[in-house]
Structures are given as C-alpha cells and as structure tokens.
C-alpha cells in the first residue's frame, strides 16, 4: 500500500508540476512576467521534491513509470487548462467565398471590431479579408457565427501578443 500511494504522489506532482510549466510558458508568450515567475517557483518546488524522490528509487521500475505517466499528463492538463482560462488575444482571418457582406454585418451585430481589405486570389477574383482582434476567450462566440454563416470559409487564427488602440466592445452578444 506504501509503494501504491508513493506512485500516486509522484503522478499526481509531475502532472500539477509540467500543468505549472505549461502555464508559465503560455504566460511568458503573453507577456505576463509576474504571474510566470510565481508560477515557475512553485512548479520548480515540485519538480525538485519529486526527482529528489525519484533518484532515491532509480531502480523503481513503476515509480519511473508513473514518473512519465505524470509528464505526459501534465502536458493534457496544462493545455486544457490554458484553453479554459484563453488569456491573451487572437487575430482572425476570415476569407469568405459565399456571403462576404452578410459575415461582416452579423460579426459587428455580435459586438466584434471587425476591418475588411480586398485580396485577390489564384482566379485573379478579388475576395473580402475579414480581420478580427478578439480576446481569445471570446472565439468560440465568433467561431459558432462563422460556422453558422459559412461553413466553408477560410478561417486563420493567430495569437496577438499585444494590442495598441482599436475597438474592443465591452460585452459580445452570444
């Protein structure tokens, strides 16, 4: 029973330890620097505690196992996580062949800033490029809009690490 909840200790550590680590980086691409060093303290806290247990065991077969189980699942949960708390801001693009017009009318209708420029595609046909800046834990709202209107539209999403100016509305019509 001893062996059983050591392995559980190491698992469940490595897996909140690479969640924080997955954070922290998320954290430094935006730009956020306190709340990364907070984060890299505790993460390395863990992960010191739990090689100090590991190294103590290296011939442990399944405490190395639950070792890695943990790692790979601490990755899972660090991105679930990430994509739950949607920090940050995303740039979309949106390249719509059916119904420009209408797409540009219901994304403003929802509260979204939206800027339009003309490209020209491989036919020499001159298409509407919808840009987008959006919080990025206000895309589903937008992506659910575009899916509705045009399930065939040319969809990019990028991550915005900073922002100056523009129109951001304060609340989104879901």
Partial sequence: MHFLI?????????????????????MILHGQ??????IGFFESLIFISVLTY?????????SLFFYALG???????????????????????????TNPERLIDEI????????????????????????VLIKRKDMKVL???IEQIDDHAFVTVLD???IVGGYFSKKKVK
């Fill in 6 to 26: 050591g392995y559980l200790i190491v698992f469940v550590a490595r897996c909140l330890d690479i969640s924080l680590a997955t954070i922290r980086i998320l």
């Fill in 33 to 38: 620097r306190f709340y990364a060093a907070v």
């Fill in 54 to 62: 590991i190294l103590q065991g290296l011939n442990d077969i399944p």
């Fill in 71 to 97: 790692f790979a699942t601490g990755n899972y949960l660090g991105i679930f996580v990430e994509e739950k708390v949607a920090i940050g801001c995303a740039n979309i693009q949106v390249i719509s062949k």
């Fill in 108 to 131: 403003r209708q929802k509260g979204f800033g939206v800027t339009v420029v003309d490209g020209h595609g491989r036919e020499g046909t001159i298409r509407k490029i919808i840009h």
């Fill in 143 to 145: 992506m659910d809009l």
């Fill in 160 to 162: 915005t690490k900073k």
